[in-house]
């Protein structure tokens, strides 16, 4: 062999090399198709042949150029060239590529290199995604053509489902006509590429099916997904990745929206646009159409269109809706449709039928509501810009509806008071007269979009009283269609002309003040029945069947503000008895003394409502009482203050007391002269410590309220989300007052990174868990409205003490202290055995490192399982589903918290595996984070069935049996 054999033979070598793509990650590394033409000269291959001693005959080296090139490169790589003859004699081209190891363990002596051969082969298969496919199966060890990992896409709080930005080689893409991907900085499309957390095959498939329908759609803002594909056991969508994100991250860009014509067209174009998609998706076909159900802002993407510098000073964004795989496929059009699975809407933008009419069927105008939220926000956003945009939608905290109740309990729905209170301002603003586009637009929203009345009126009653119905999606389409063509004939103005006088623009709706004058009523009012007869001492309000006492200051002004008074222990007065004589009218000076210190007080500030929970709920009637205490949230949070008699010991006793005297000593300097008195300033003794403080209940208040007055014996306290203050003067600031006096719970958290959120909701439920209730099973009660609170905020869904973003870690929950007691369920619905507030006592987590835990997505939430899968038995608990495993070899005691440890287990205790460590370094076993379960039923067979959560442990390997295959269960 000569020098230059060498030479040439060592150049194949490093052309291979040199092509290969992710060549750091051995896992990952690739060889892109495209370099395979003309990437050897027959002078290297003869050279690497003689190299190896095989004789290069022309019949040899044109098989490996034309028929086996990844064979041979696969060879090379192994330093076994000299094989390739026997490929030749069988005549095995790379067609057969990728092969079992078993297929070519003939053409080798050592069964090691036949392995080795079936390992090498994947880095030279990688796919190509071509047009006209669209599903694919890879095996595990197939190498995807991906060239980078890009950042992570920010759609939302999900267990199903995460979002990566990834670049794609672009010769393993196959683009259609026209369509145009995002490239990085060496030319590679950018795509969207969406791993399905759970390895189940039947929500993918559901997915799949749908998105292969959308991909026909004749619309520029529908997604049109770019493959599916099962990598191993793992379920992967790929989309096109959108530059801008998505709209909500378009809207708080810092980008301001303008108000000349040209810029409101480009908005109305992306409207229409936007319709038009929804009823084509809507109606698919003859036979076939699909609803959305969770349609929001951050599921519409911002794709880049055009040129930046296009010279029309319109954003370059093209809008499109995106995540339609949860669409439910539905085969037969009607109005309404069985109950379905696509129960995963965004609370916020879910229509009313979602609590009017729980598991119910869902028709196709649930998606007609959630788009008038959207273009509500939108016009806010073009109008007043991000920061009021923000602020507006922080106030309305959930949806844009509230649900009532009529007087035999039935549940309906109104469009908020706060949302009808943006369409006035909107309305009155300069900009938004009569006649032009966004005028036009919110009379389109509210009058066919945001209407919570979905049923095709049967003969219509005169046209006059005829109710609003809300439209489906032609309607909505052809609304905004008349709007864009008009402002392209210049028949409709964009906006309003300024006025002669020059006046700036208004500031936005949360700038507003919100005072109730010539007897009309304050927007939390709208669902309560007023009645005026008597003097100032004799006048009751009646709230469907409440009472609510109340003054006037003879103002002229009415102020309707609710104010609460919380206190240690419930008086006897909210028995049905004592209701009934309170609804024909009272003399004040009747009231208890603590009553009565209270209404001192709401006189005092001018404020004509008073509310007592414990006069206006009927204590001993359990359906007022679980109508009323899901409406706390609204009560706290809608209060002008709220009044704690954290002084009083019972309602007898008062809280407007003598004040202990406060010695002073005079201290003369030169002219001047001060006064020395001892510190009366201590928030932690008189309010965090007080008897008050101590139950369940008062902690809600407390939070959800927007500013609290503290009465105690020597002082009182102002707290509101700017801290606390003193009768001295003193100001207070402390990470508790932060969030407790928030006036918007939680948002004080929102700034928090990941570890302090998980760090502020365990610390909030335990010390919740450590508070006293004067009934056990209130606990899911007494904290529901500061819940509904935490999940809005976090972007997530729950409940029961449970967060579904950080799903794991909220089970992982432990006695604080002995033991923990099962509560009876008396009252409410059941709370399922995996949540600690099926249980009475103090509560703990158990540690588990960030970053260093891989938890399993094996584990289905009852939350956000998507579809979901309810059982439909509302008098059962939630379940979630796992595989369950058995306990092996007696772990030691120290590793298990037992929730009720005295209680006898009736079956064999297993457990659920929620994440495992990394292996140790120093060999010790790799430790597992497991609940521990008991079977209840056998209702499902040996293979299945119901179980119920006993306790939690940290176990190493050896004491759970990964030796049999886990079986699936469900946990109540």
Same mark, same amino acid.
């Given at each position: 062999?000569?020098?230059?054999?060498?030479?040439?033979?060592?150049?194949?070598?490093?052309?291979?090399?040199?092509?290969?793509?992710?060549?750091?990650?051995?896992?990952?590394?690739?060889?892109?198709?495209?370099?395979?033409?003309?990437?050897?000269?027959?002078?290297?291959?003869?050279?690497?042949?003689?190299?190896?001693?095989?004789?290069?005959?022309?019949?040899?080296?044109?098989?490996?150029?034309?028929?086996?090139?990844?064979?041979?490169?696969?060879?090379?790589?192994?330093?076994?060239?000299?094989?390739?003859?026997?490929?030749?004699?069988?005549?095995?081209?790379?067609?057969?590529?990728?092969?079992?190891?078993?297929?070519?363990?003939?053409?080798?002596?050592?069964?090691?290199?036949?392995?080795?051969?079936?390992?090498?082969?994947?880095? %030279?298969?990688?796919?190509?995604?071509?047009?006209?496919?669209?599903?694919?199966?890879?095996?595990?060890?197939?190498?995807?053509?991906?060239?980078?990992?890009?950042?992570?896409?920010?759609?939302?709080?999900?267990?199903?489902?995460?979002?990566?930005?990834?670049?794609?080689?672009?010769?393993?893409?196959?683009?259609?006509?026209?369509?145009?991907?995002?490239?990085?900085?060496?030319?590679?499309?950018?795509?969207?590429?969406?791993?399905?957390?759970?390895?189940?095959?039947?929500?993918? =498939?559901?997915?799949?099916?749908?998105? =292969?329908?959308?991909?026909?759609?004749?619309?520029?803002?529908?997604?049109?997904?770019?493959?599916?594909?099962?990598?191993?056991?793992?379920?992967?969508?790929?989309?096109?990745?959108?530059?801008?994100?998505?709209?909500?991250?378009?809207?708080?860009?810092?980008?301001?929206?303008?108000?000349?014509?040209?810029?409101?067209?480009?908005?109305?174009?992306?409207?229409?646009?936007?319709?038009?998609?929804?009823?084509?998706?809507?109606?698919?076909?003859?036979?076939?159409?699909?609803?959305?159900?969770?349609?929001?802002?951050?599921?519409?993407?911002?794709?880049?269109?055009?040129?930046?510098?296009?010279?029309?000073?319109?954003?370059?964004?093209?809008?499109?809706?995106?995540?339609?795989?949860?669409?439910?496929?539905?085969?037969?059009?009607?109005?309404?449709?069985?109950?379905?699975?696509?129960?995963?809407?965004?609370?916020?933008?879910?229509?009313?039928?979602?609590?009017?009419?729980?598991?119910?069927?869902?028709?196709?105008?649930?998606?007609?509501?959630?788009?008038?939220?959207?273009?509500?926000?939108?016009?806010?956003?073009?109008?007043?810009?991000?920061?009021?945009?923000?602020?507006?939608?922080?106030?309305?905290?959930?949806?844009?509806?509230?649900?009532?109740?009529?007087?035999?309990?039935?549940?309906?729905?109104?469009?908020?008071?706060?949302?009808?209170?943006?369409? /006035?301002?909107?309305?009155?603003?300069?900009?938004?007269?009569?006649?032009?586009?966004?005028?036009?637009?919110?009379?389109?929203?509210?009058?066919?979009?945001?209407?919570?009345?979905?049923?095709?009126?049967?003969?219509?009653?005169?046209?006059?009283?005829?109710?609003?119905?809300?439209?489906?999606?032609?309607?909505?389409?052809?609304?905004?269609?008349?709007?864009?063509?008009?402002?392209?004939?210049?028949?409709?103005?964009?906006?309003?002309?300024?006025?002669?006088?020059?006046?700036?623009?208004?500031?936005?709706?949360?700038?507003?003040?919100?005072?109730?004058?010539?007897?009309?009523?304050?927007?939390?009012?709208?669902?309560?029945?007023?009645?005026?007869?008597?003097?100032?001492?004799?006048?009751?309000?009646?709230?469907?069947?409440?009472?609510?006492?109340?003054?006037?200051?003879?103002?002229?002004?009415?102020?309707?503000?609710?104010?609460?008074?919380?206190?240690?222990?419930?008086?006897?007065?909210?028995?049905?008895?004592?209701?009934?004589?309170?609804?024909?009218? %009272?003399?004040?000076?009747?009231?208890?003394?603590?009553?009565?210190?209270?209404?001192?007080?709401?006189?005092?500030?001018?404020?004509?409502?008073?509310?007592?929970?414990?006069?206006?709920?009927?204590?001993?009637?359990?359906?007022?009482?679980?109508?009323?205490?899901?409406?706390?949230?609204?009560?706290?949070?809608?209060?002008?203050?709220?009044?704690?008699?954290?002084?009083?010991?019972?309602?007898?006793?008062?809280?407007?007391?003598?004040?202990?005297?406060?010695?002073?000593?005079?201290?003369? %300097?030169?002219?001047?002269?001060?006064?020395?008195?001892?510190?009366?300033?201590?928030?932690?003794?008189?309010?965090?410590?007080?008897?008050?403080?101590?139950?369940?209940?008062?902690?809600?208040?407390?939070?959800?309220?927007?500013?609290?007055?503290?009465?105690?014996?020597?002082?009182?306290?102002?707290?509101?989300?700017?801290?606390?203050?003193?009768?001295?003067?003193?100001?207070?600031?402390?990470?508790?007052?932060?969030?407790?006096?928030?006036?918007?719970?939680?948002?004080?958290?929102?700034?928090?990174?990941?570890?302090?959120?998980?760090?502020?909701?365990?610390?909030?439920?335990?010390?919740?868990?450590?508070?006293?209730?004067? %009934?056990?099973?209130?606990?899911?009660?007494?904290?529901?409205?500061?819940?509904?609170?935490?999940?809005?905020?976090?972007?997530?869904?729950?409940?029961?003490?449970?967060?579904?973003?950080?799903?794991?870690?909220?089970?992982?929950?432990?006695?604080?202290?002995?033991?923990?007691?099962?509560?009876?369920?008396?009252?409410?619905?059941?709370?399922?055995?995996?949540?600690?507030?099926?249980?009475?006592?103090?509560?703990?987590?158990?540690?588990?490192?960030?970053?260093?835990?891989?938890?399993?997505?094996?584990?289905?939430?009852?939350?956000?399982?998507?579809?979901?899968?309810? /059982?439909?038995?509302?008098?059962?608990?939630?379940?979630?589903?796992?595989?369950?495993?058995?306990?092996?070899?007696?772990?030691?005691?120290?590793?298990?918290?037992?929730?009720?440890?005295?209680?006898?287990?009736?079956?064999?205790?297993?457990?659920?595996?929620?994440?495992?460590?990394?292996?140790?370094?120093?060999?010790?076993?790799?430790?597992?984070?497991?609940?521990?379960?008991?079977?209840?039923?056998?209702?499902?067979?040996?293979?299945?069935?119901?179980?119920?959560?006993?306790?939690?442990?940290?176990?190493?390997?050896?004491?759970?049996?990964?030796?049999?295959?886990?079986?699936?269960?469900?946990?109540?």
């Amino acid at each position: 062999m000569t020098t230059e054999d060498n030479v040439l033979a060592s150049s194949l070598k490093r052309k291979i090399w040199g092509k290969m793509n992710q060549k750091d990650d051995p896992l990952q590394r690739f060889f892109p198709e495209s370099y395979w033409d003309g990437l050897w000269h027959v002078n290297e291959v003869e050279a690497t042949l003689r190299k190896c001693g095989t004789n290069p005959t022309p019949d040899l080296v044109n098989f490996i150029l034309r028929k086996a090139p990844k064979i041979f490169a696969i060879l090379v790589t192994m330093r076994q060239p000299e094989r390739i003859i026997s490929f030749q004699h069988k005549d095995f081209g790379q067609e057969k590529l990728p092969v079992e190891q078993g297929l070519v363990q003939d053409m080798f002596e050592d069964e090691n290199d036949s392995s080795d051969f079936y390992d090498k082969q994947w880095c %030279f298969v990688s796919p190509i995604f071509t047009k006209e496919r669209f599903r694919y199966k890879f095996s595990k060890f197939h190498r995807l053509p991906y060239t980078t990992t890009g950042k992570k896409a920010n759609p939302g709080a999900s267990h199903y489902s995460k979002v990566k930005e990834r670049s794609i080689h672009a010769k393993h893409i196959d683009l259609w006509p026209n369509q145009v991907l995002a490239n990085d900085d060496h030319g590679n499309p950018r795509v969207a590429v969406k791993e399905l957390l759970s390895s189940d095959p039947g929500p993918a =498939e559901q997915e799949a099916s749908v998105l =292969e329908m959308v991909r026909g759609l004749q619309s520029d803002h529908m997604i049109k997904a770019i493959a599916y594909y099962q990598h191993g056991e793992k379920h992967y969508f790929m989309f096109p990745w959108a530059e801008h994100g998505n709209l909500w991250e378009f809207w708080t860009s810092g980008s301001r929206a303008r108000l000349d014509k040209a810029y409101i067209i480009w908005v109305f174009r992306q409207l229409t646009g936007l319709a038009a998609a929804i009823e084509k998706l809507h109606d698919l076909s003859q036979s076939r159409s699909c609803r959305h159900g969770d349609l929001k802002p951050e599921n519409i993407l911002c794709f880049r269109d055009g040129d930046d510098e296009n010279g029309t000073q319109t954003p370059a964004v093209r809008m499109v809706i995106t995540d339609v795989g949860l669409a439910r496929d539905h085969i037969e059009r009607t109005q309404f449709r069985e109950s379905t699975n696509t129960r995963v809407s965004t609370k916020r933008y879910a229509g009313p039928e979602m609590d009017v009419n729980p598991g119910g069927p869902l028709s196709r105008r649930f998606d007609i509501w959630s788009m008038g939220c959207i273009f509500l926000e939108f016009v806010l956003w073009i109008l007043y810009g991000e920061k009021e945009l923000v602020e507006c939608t922080k106030a309305l905290n959930s949806t844009f509806y509230q649900t009532i109740r009529n007087n035999s309990g039935r549940a309906t729905a109104e469009v908020k008071p706060a949302v009808q209170n943006w369409v /006035s301002y909107i309305r009155k603003d300069w900009r938004c007269p009569k006649g032009t586009a966004l005028e036009k637009l919110v009379h389109l929203i509210t009058d066919k979009l945001l209407v919570v009345n979905v049923q095709d009126s049967p003969p219509p009653p005169p046209p006059n009283n005829r109710p609003k119905s809300r439209t489906y999606a032609p309607g909505m389409r052809k609304g905004l269609e008349d709007i864009l063509k008009g402002l392209e004939a210049n028949s409709i103005k964009p906006v309003g002309d300024r006025p002669p006088n020059d006046p700036p623009a208004p500031l936005g709706p949360s700038h507003s003040i919100s005072t109730t004058k010539d007897g009309r009523l304050a927007p939390m009012a709208t669902s309560t029945r007023y009645v005026s007869n008597g003097s100032i001492d004799r006048r009751t309000t009646a709230r469907q069947a409440n009472t609510r006492l109340n003054q006037s200051d003879r103002s002229g002004i009415k102020s309707l503000q609710n104010v609460q008074i919380g206190f240690s222990k419930l008086p006897d007065a909210g028995s049905e008895a004592h209701f009934k004589g309170l609804k024909d009218g %009272f003399k004040v000076s009747d009231l208890p003394k603590t009553f009565l210190d209270a209404v001192s007080v709401a006189r005092g500030l001018g404020l004509e409502y008073l509310w007592i929970d414990s006069v206006c709920i009927v204590q001993d009637d359990a359906e007022d009482w679980n109508i009323e205490s899901k409406l706390m949230e609204q009560v706290f949070s809608s209060a002008y203050c709220t009044l704690a008699a954290s002084c009083a010991s019972g309602t007898n006793d008062g809280f407007l007391k003598a004040r202990p005297v406060r010695r002073c000593i005079p201290m003369t %300097f030169g002219e001047a002269t001060y006064y020395a008195c001892e510190n009366i300033d201590d928030f932690g003794t008189h309010v965090d410590q007080s008897e008050l403080n101590q139950r369940g209940w008062v902690m809600q208040e407390r939070a959800l309220s927007r500013r609290t007055i503290y009465f105690v014996e020597n002082q009182s306290y102002w707290e509101c989300g700017g801290g606390v203050r003193c009768e001295t003067m003193t100001k207070m600031n402390n990470r508790k007052a932060s969030f407790l006096g928030d006036a918007n719970f939680p948002h004080s958290a929102e700034k928090y990174v990941k570890g302090l959120r998980i760090e502020f909701f365990q610390d909030l439920y335990i010390r919740y868990s450590k508070l006293a209730l004067s %009934f056990a099973f209130d606990r899911p009660i007494a904290i529901k409205g500061l819940e509904n609170r935490l999940l809005s905020t976090f972007n997530t869904t729950g409940g029961y003490g449970v967060l579904d973003r950080y799903f794991h870690r909220s089970l992982l929950w432990k006695r604080g202290g002995e033991t923990l007691r099962r509560i009876p369920n008396t009252r409410g619905e059941p709370v399922p055995s995996w949540s600690w507030m099926a249980y009475d006592g103090s509560i703990d987590y158990v540690s588990a490192p960030g970053g260093k835990v891989s938890w399993f997505s094996n584990i289905k939430s009852p939350f956000s399982r998507a579809p979901s899968d309810s /059982s439909g038995h509302e008098d059962e608990p939630l379940a979630l589903e796992a595989p369950v495993r058995g306990i092996i070899n007696d772990p030691p005691d120290g590793s298990i918290f037992l929730d009720e440890p005295a209680g006898a287990l009736t079956q064999p205790m297993e457990c659920v595996v929620l994440g495992s460590g990394s292996t140790s370094s120093s060999g010790g076993f790799q430790r597992h984070w497991v609940i521990l379960i008991q079977q209840m039923s056998n209702d499902n067979g040996p293979d299945g069935g119901v179980y119920e959560r006993v306790g939690v442990a940290v176990l190493e390997g050896r004491h759970i049996d990964f030796r049999d295959e886990a079986r699936e269960i469900r946990i109540q």
